[in-house]
């Protein structure tokens, strides 16, 4: 939606804490997917993760370890 889209970007920027909108447990299951494969898209992570984890999740934390990466490169 297009509120998730406005979280996700504020997540990517550090404006926001990815905690407060998805619980550790599944930012760890989402993390450990994308370190396997990191070139994975959405869909092939949707599809190999647990289905309890929604699309906006998965967004979420992507965008999440996208902040890391960057601030690791700053």
């Known amino acids: 939606s297009t509120i998730e889209t406005h979280l996700s970007r504020y ?7 990815i905690e407060q909108f998805v619980s550790e447990d599944v930012i760890e299951m989402i ?3 994308y370190e396997k494969h990191p070139e994975s898209k959405f869909s ?10 929604t699309w906006s999740e998965i967004k979420m934390v992507v965008k999440h370890l996208e902040f890391l990466k960057n601030k690791k490169i700053e």
């Open 44 to 53: 092939e992570a949707k599809a190999a993760l647990p289905d309890k984890i």
């Open 11 to 17: 997540i990517e920027s550090g404006e926001l804490k």
């Open 31 to 33: 993390s450990a997917y």
